[in-house]
């Protein structure tokens, strides 16, 4: 059974930092790529930002670049999103994926086949 398991989110103040971690079992992704997501209470779900299969290339959101980061090790079957300046409009629960359909950069949600249960962030002013 695949699964994709988030931590790391919290409670933090305005300009703070979390690191969320995304552990994926049941297979591997090394050769896939991975991105991460968000949904805020009563908003849609938003891309975040995403990763190819060897954590050479990335892209992000507007709302987040230059402010998160998105890394992967391999070896750990892991991803990472390094969270900093964190505002308040950053709460939301966030979700990692992994796409089964390129080894390169996906921003379409519908374009990943496994979704973690997500993590709640939330930003205190």
């Known amino acids: 059974q695949v699964q994709l398991v988030e931590s790391g989110g919290g409670l933090v103040q305005a300009g703070g930092s979390l690191r969320l971690s995304c552990a994926a079992s049941?297979?591997?992704?090394?050769?896939?790529?991975m991105g991460w997501f968000r949904q805020a209470p009563g908003k849609e779900r938003e891309f975040v930002g995403a990763?190819?299969?060897?954590?050479?290339?990335?892209t992000y959101a507007d709302s987040v670049k230059g402010r998160f980061t998105i890394s992967r090790d391999n070896a750990k079957n892991t991803v990472y999103l390094q969270m900093n300046s964190l505002k308040p409009e950053d709460t939301a629960v966030y979700y990692c994926?992994?796409?089964?359909?390129?080894?390169?950069?996906?921003?379409?949600?519908?374009?990943?086949?496994?979704w973690g249960q997500g993590t709640q962030v939330t930003v205190s002013s």
């Open positions: 049941g297979r591997s992704f090394m050769s896939n790529g």
């Open positions: 994926a992994a796409t089964l359909f390129s080894a390169g950069v996906v921003t379409a949600a519908p374009r990943y086949n496994y």
């Open positions: 990763v190819n299969w060897s954590g050479s290339s990335t």
